[in-house]
């Protein structure tokens, strides 16, 4: 089991900037990739961004070029660094592992085993 706890969500003005944490505790963190996933309200929750055990990522195109990911697997930790956030970027934030995956697979939920319990990001106009 891998547990995973979110934090760093919060209450920005849009073209501003916040970093999500996501800390890891259980197996070894390295070994699993790492995504974010979002959903807002009314809405299916969506991919936002991963990053494999050997550190490739992919973003969603909504976020391409405004949000990196990234982690520390010395601190067992993962990052979602989100600047030039939209009101449109206002969701749950949620971090998820899951095991090694290519192709659009790595899109989908079901490619991620383990869960946090989110963090809101409210992004005003």
């Known amino acids: 089991q891998v547990q995973l706890v979110e934090s760093g969500g919060g209450l920005v003005q849009a073209g501003g900037s916040l970093r999500l944490s996501c800390a890891a505790s259980?197996?070894?963190?390295?070994?699993?990739?790492m995504g974010w996933f979002r959903q807002a309200p009314g809405k299916e929750r969506e991919f936002v961004a991963r990053i494999s055990w050997t550190s490739g990522t992919y973003y969603a195109n909504s976020v391409k070029g405004r949000f990196t990911i990234s982690r520390d697997n010395a601190k067992n930790t993962g990052y979602l660094q989100m600047n030039s956030l939209k009101p449109e970027d206002t969701a749950v934030y949620y971090c998820?592992?899951?095991?090694?995956?290519?192709?659009?697979?790595?899109?989908?939920?079901?490619?991620?085993?383990?869960w946090g319990q989110g963090t809101q990001v409210t992004v005003s106009s």
């Open positions: 998820a592992a899951g095991g090694t995956y290519s192709g659009t697979y790595v899109y989908t939920q079901r490619a991620y085993d383990f």
């Open positions: 259980g197996r070894t963190f390295s070994r699993y990739a």
